[in-house]
């Protein structure tokens, strides 16, 4: 029997506990050798909110899956020109694993989109398809749509899904916790960078101007290893979606108060 790889796609902004044990709960049911995390590509305007730098998504990715040796993360459509296209992403896996059977996992709403998506007929050809859903989803409607009885379709109820990048991005705006949501190193690496957070007037490390994120094509190279990235995150900015601010004006120093009086009594 072949190698089965899972492909497991998503924006991953930020990734999140109920991704690693999405793909940890395909590695188990649908007995794969390894996963794949593969982010999307190019920033682009979604539900009405900008998608963060797709440099920013990949190294959260990189970080939350580095302790699992069956994981591994692809920069394919993080280095790729244009849209993200998984018929593409796809076809280059299949490629350039001729041997191994693939499994592309992402959510549930998702993949209902899929016979819309570029090219569904090679799309269906080339994968199965597990579609995750988390506690609550209306499994009505899912199967209610024709592709959710595509026979290389299946479905997978993933408690931990619970928790979502925007629920993640919303807490982050508001200053609340997301300790044991995102693993520690990518709730670091969001207050590092300060994704999410709106720009504070002077803040350290704020970023160049909009546009310099990494985030845009043109970042090359197949590490995925935070430190042998070519992009560090002093290159990247986290803030890109704010526009400049004007540094305040300088108000003086306040004058140190004046030293007490001496006192000097004779008896
Ligand atoms: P999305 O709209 O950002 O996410 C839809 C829902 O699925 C959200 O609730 C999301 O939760 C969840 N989700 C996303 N990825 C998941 C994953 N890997 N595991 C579990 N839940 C996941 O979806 P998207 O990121 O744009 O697209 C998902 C994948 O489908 C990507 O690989 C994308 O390239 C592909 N896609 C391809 C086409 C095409 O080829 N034309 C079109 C659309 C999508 P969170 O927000 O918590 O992640």
């Known amino acids: 029997m072949g190698r089965r790889l899972g492909v497991m796609g998503g ?86 694993n001729p041997d191994a059977e693939l499994y592309f996992i992402t959510g549930a709403d998702a993949m209902l989109e899929i016979l819309h998506w570029k090219d569904p007929e090679e799309v269906l050809s080339l994968a199965h398809f597990i579609a995750a859903t988390r506690p609550g989803y209306d499994l009505a409607h899912f199967e209610a749509e ?65 546009g310099t994120g990494a985030g845009e094509r043109g970042s090359r190279g197949g590490s995925a290893s935070p430190s042998g990235s070519r992009s560090s995150s002093a290159e990247v900015s986290g803030s890109d979606r704010c526009s400049p601010v004007a540094a305040p004006p300088r108000r003086p120093r306040p004058r140190a108060a004046p030293p007490p009086p001496v006192w000097s009594c004779s008896t």
């Open 11 to 96: 924006t991953f902004d930020p990734i999140h506990y109920g991704h690693l044990v999405t793909a940890e709960e395909a590695l188990v049911q649908f007995a794969l050798d390894s996963v794949l995390f593969v982010p999307t590509g190019q920033p682009w305007m979604k539900e009405g909110r900008e998608v963060s730098p797709a440099e920013h998504r990949y190294l959260m990715t990189v970080i939350a899956t580095a302790s699992n040796p069956r994981f591994s993360v692809s920069r394919m459509e993080v280095d790729r020109q244009g849209p993200t296209y998984t018929v593409e992403t796809l076809q280059a896996l299949a490629e350039e």
């Open 146 to 210: 024709a592709a959710s009885h595509h026979p290389k379709v299946s479905v997978m109820t993933i408690p931990a899904l619970a928790i979502s990048s925007t629920d993640i991005r919303q807490r982050v705006k508001e200053g609340r916790a997301i300790r044991y949501l995102v693993p520690e190193g990518v709730k670091s690496y969001i207050e590092k960078v300060g994704l999410y957070r709106l720009r504070r007037v002077g803040a350290v490390g704020s970023p160049g101007p909009a």
